[in-house]
């Protein structure tokens, strides 16, 4: 990607990972966003003899982190607090901007929906093969963002969209059920009524998860017997 694009890259080997208890999960059972969010940083002052302003993207924006920052205390530094922490540990000769604090998640999947680049190259976590899985977190909630704008079938090529298509409902009702307490799914069921896309209503979504469960409770005391 950075060749295509012409731009320099550079590899920082660290041994950061050896010291949770965990490549996923840090001490105590802390999330990598907690830990991980200084590992990054630890990096960039590494290398701010060479380096005079380091941008990196949000993870939430300013009206999120405001209204939903108190819930990721202890888990998530970078939804906690990182609009305001990360220029204060700016140095005398290295700036550190949080870009994209002005948008939420689904504004700025719609900001790279018509780019040519990221419809070949958008890579989120999980890719086998060049090919986004299109079943976990976050790729569910790109591909749920892309559908509700009308773009889901331009980024075929680097996303298993079988595979998201399969998950789809059970997926938009869990975001439904979440929206009062996770900024990433109130986002989304914003954008899918602003789009005037259908989502199903909190009741149905509740009872299809509850008949889920209960028939996934009965299959696994079947499977014991």
Known sequence: MADELHLP??????????????TQWGPEGVNSGAWGFFAIYSCVFALQEGI???????????????DFGKNYRDY???????????????????????????????????????WEFARTHLNLACKRNGINCGYCWKCMRTLA???AIGKLE??????????????????????KCEAKSNPFAKDIVECYKS??????????????????S????????????
Not at 9 to 22: D, E, G, K
Not at 104 to 113: E, S, V
Not at 217 to 222: E, N
């Open 76 to 114: 998530d530094m970078a939804c906690f607090c990182e609009s305001y922490l990360v220029p204060l540990l700016s140095t005398e000769s290295l700036e550190l901007i949080v870009d994209g604090c002005q948008y939420k998640r689904t504004q700025k999947t719609a900001n790279i929906a018509n």
């Open 195 to 212: 789009h005037n896309r259908p989502m199903p209503s909190v009741f149905l979504a509740r009872v299809y998860l509850f008949v889920r």
């Open 52 to 66: 005079r302003r380091y941008y990196t993207p949000s993870a939430m924006s300013y009206e999120e982190i405001k």
């Open 9 to 22: 890259i550079y590899q920082v080997i660290s041994n950061i990972h050896a010291f949770p208890r965990s």
């Open 154 to 175: 331009d980024f075929a090529p680097i996303f298993d969209l079988a595979a998201y298509r399969k998950y789809a409902f059970l997926n938009k009702c869990r975001i």
């Open 214 to 225: 209960c028939a996934s409770f009965v299959k696994r005391k079947i499977l014991k017997i």
């Open 145 to 147: 963002t892309l559908e």
